[in-house]
């Protein structure tokens, strides 16, 4: 495992030139359409160890990718021994995305975010899952062995990001786990429908969400304090490929990702995707649990300067999440000798939506060129994309991909809206290429 130390070390190394790539630059440095000057392209350069070649074109305040992650020692059994862990207790931790090349996502590299404490032992044969709520016509109680005998069993793969993959990125800061790009996976799901076991209880005329619940714990030790109670309006709640969910890849769930049941909503926040579920209530209302309201999970209505501060009135729940990609081939960093063409790769993926077209850019979005792009493997399932690049001449280089969703939303080459907890950020996934 891997600890990220962060831009703070990096800073201590390399003080005057972090510095200006991550504040802008001092004024001298910075011609007045925002790019870098000369001479701070020239010491870049000397750290990076060649020439940036499209350097005009990188926009200021940016860190060339080549420069952004540092690592130390860290461990969570279970789990790929490169996933970095950001935080230990509780344990949350994100995939390096050249980790995640894979066209269904391995258990073991899917990202952790926990907000409490596990269950420490879970006695499968035991596990009741509980429907109830103001909405349902007849609570009912399920083992896991009846919920398996009981309903049709479906396997989808299914995108599963949490809502505040890419927060780091924010400025001014968003307090919470510092993700990069990792805090997402597609893995195939194998579960029952959410639908039928809900139809089975019966859902009354007025339901409008279902809230999860858990039994995880809450860090300050407290039995009465529920961890995290989040949940779905009815019509994702009724989609096919919702699912309550006992395994991943044909495997149990591991423990850190929900074992033994959980739920799955493709393409929304991963926190509406309840672990070590035990009860779904069928509401009458927006469920109101804890992690639904305030600023968790919430973004402002209409869009904000960076910094203001909100009121909760204005703050609005995330639904389907924004087109994004990832660049999962090669891993940043790697070098490549003049004249060889470089073949590229990764993953897609648009909330409720599909993805229409990626592309990608080696002169920093100046020019864009096609990838091929597959269908996905079903509904919410990311979708793979392919390119081979060529680059013009010696030094150092940036791919860009970008990614564009079935209504025609591209992802922002920059941060998008601020939001007061970092949230949503779809920016374009960079990795570095030296030409040698
Ligand atoms: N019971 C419970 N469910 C939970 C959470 C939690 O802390 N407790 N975290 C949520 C959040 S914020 C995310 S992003 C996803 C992460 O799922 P994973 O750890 O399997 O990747 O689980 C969601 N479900
Ligand atoms: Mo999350």
Same mark, same amino acid.
């Given at each position: 495992?891997?600890?990220?130390?962060?831009?703070?070390?990096?800073?201590?190394?390399?003080?005057?030139?972090?510095?200006?790539?991550?504040?802008?630059?001092?004024?001298?440095?910075?011609? /007045?359409?925002?790019?870098?000057?000369?001479?701070?392209?020239?010491?870049?350069?000397?750290?990076?160890?060649?020439?940036?070649?499209?350097?005009?074109?990188?926009?200021?305040?940016?860190?060339?990718?080549?420069?952004?992650?540092?690592?130390?020692?860290?461990?969570?059994?279970?789990?790929?021994?490169?996933?970095?862990?950001?935080?230990?207790?509780?344990?949350?931790?994100?995939?390096?995305?050249?980790?995640?090349?894979?066209?269904?996502?391995?258990?073991?590299?899917?990202?952790?975010?926990?907000?409490?404490?596990?269950?420490?032992?879970?006695?499968?044969?035991?596990?009741?899952?509980?429907?109830?709520?103001?909405?349902?016509?007849?609570?009912?109680?399920?083992?896991?062995?009846?919920?398996?005998?009981?309903?049709?069993?479906?396997?989808?793969?299914?995108?599963?990001?949490?809502?505040?993959?890419?927060?780091?990125?924010?400025?001014?800061?968003?307090?919470?786990?510092?993700?990069?790009?990792?805090?997402?996976?597609?893995?195939?799901?194998?579960?029952?429908?959410?639908?039928?076991?809900?139809?089975?209880?019966?859902?009354?005329?007025?339901?409008?969400?279902?809230?999860?619940?858990?039994?995880?714990?809450?860090?300050?030790?407290?039995?009465?304090?529920?961890?995290?109670?989040?949940?779905?309006?009815?019509?994702?709640?009724?989609?096919?490929?919702?699912?309550?969910?006992?395994?991943?890849?044909?495997?149990?769930?591991?423990?850190?990702?929900?074992?033994?049941?959980?739920?799955?909503?493709?393409?929304?926040?991963?926190?509406?995707?309840?672990?070590?579920?035990?009860?779904?209530?069928?509401?009458?209302?927006?469920?109101?649990?804890?992690?639904?309201?305030?600023?968790?999970?919430?973004?402002?209505?209409?869009?904000?300067?960076?910094?203001?501060?909100?009121?909760?009135?204005?703050?609005?729940?995330?639904?389907?999440?924004?087109?994004?990609?990832?660049?999962?081939?090669?891993?940043?960093?790697?070098?490549?000798?003049?004249?060889?063409?470089?073949?590229? /790769?990764?993953?897609?993926?648009?909330?409720?939506?599909?993805?229409?077209?990626?592309?990608?850019?080696?002169?920093?979005?100046?020019?864009?060129?096609?990838?091929?792009?597959?269908?996905?493997?079903?509904?919410?399932?990311?979708?793979?994309?392919?390119?081979?690049?060529?680059?013009?001449?010696?030094?150092?280089?940036?791919?860009?991909?970008?990614?564009?969703?079935?209504?025609?939303?591209?992802?922002?080459?920059?941060?998008?809206?601020?939001?007061?907890?970092?949230?949503?950020?779809?920016?374009?996934?960079?990795?570095?290429?030296?030409?040698?």
């Amino acid at each position: 495992m891997k600890k990220r130390i962060g831009l703070r070390k990096l800073y201590q190394q390399y003080p005057k030139q972090a510095g200006q790539w991550l504040w802008g630059g001092s004024s001298s440095s910075l011609s /007045r359409r925002g790019f870098l000057s000369k001479s701070a392209l020239l010491s870049m350069g000397a750290v990076l160890g060649g020439p940036i070649v499209f350097g005009k074109q990188l926009p200021a305040g940016i860190i060339p990718a080549a420069l952004l992650h540092e690592e130390a020692p860290f461990e969570i059994p279970g789990k790929h021994p490169e996933l970095v862990v950001l935080n230990d207790r509780p344990v949350n931790a994100e995939t390096p995305p050249h980790l995640l090349d894979d066209q269904i996502t391995p258990a073991d590299k899917l990202f952790i975010r926990n907000n409490g404490i596990p269950p420490q032992s879970v006695d499968a044969s035991q596990w009741v899952l509980t429907i109830d709520g103001e909405s349902v016509e007849r609570p009912q109680s399920y083992t896991l062995a009846e919920l398996k005998e009981k309903f049709t069993q479906y396997t989808y793969q299914l995108t599963l990001e949490c809502g505040g993959n890419g927060r780091s990125e924010f400025n001014p800061p968003a307090r919470g786990n510092q993700w990069t790009t990792g805090a997402v996976g597609s893995p195939e799901w194998t579960g029952v429908r959410l639908r039928d076991v809900l139809e089975d209880a019966g859902i009354k005329s007025d339901a409008v969400y279902i809230g999860y619940y858990g039994n995880d714990s809450h860090l300050s030790g407290d039995p009465e304090k529920v961890v995290i109670s989040r949940g779905v309006p009815m019509s994702k709640a009724l989609e096919d490929e919702s699912l309550i969910a006992w395994a991943i890849n044909g495997k149990d769930l591991p423990l850190m990702n929900g074992y033994p049941l959980r739920l799955i909503f493709g393409g929304w926040p991963a926190s509406a995707s309840g672990k070590w579920l035990t009860r779904i209530s069928v509401r009458n209302q927006v469920h109101d649990g804890p992690k639904m309201g305030g600023y968790s999970y919430r973004v402002p209505c209409k869009p904000v300067a960076p910094g203001t501060v909100v009121p909760e009135e204005d703050m609005c729940i995330i639904e389907s999440m924004p087109v994004k990609s990832l660049i999962t081939y090669p891993k940043t960093g790697g070098r490549l000798d003049l004249g060889q063409s470089l073949d590229i /790769r990764g993953h897609a993926w648009a909330g409720d939506l599909s993805v229409r077209t990626v592309e990608f850019s080696i002169d920093f979005g100046s020019t864009w060129q096609p990838c091929q792009l597959l269908p996905p493997k079903n509904r919410l399932a990311w979708q793979h994309w392919s390119a081979t690049a060529n680059f013009p001449e010696k030094g150092y280089y940036e791919v860009w991909a970008r990614a564009t969703d079935s209504k025609g939303n591209a992802q922002p080459m920059l941060v998008p809206g601020w939001n007061p907890r970092g949230y949503l950020n779809n920016a374009c996934h960079r990795i570095a290429v030296m030409v040698v």
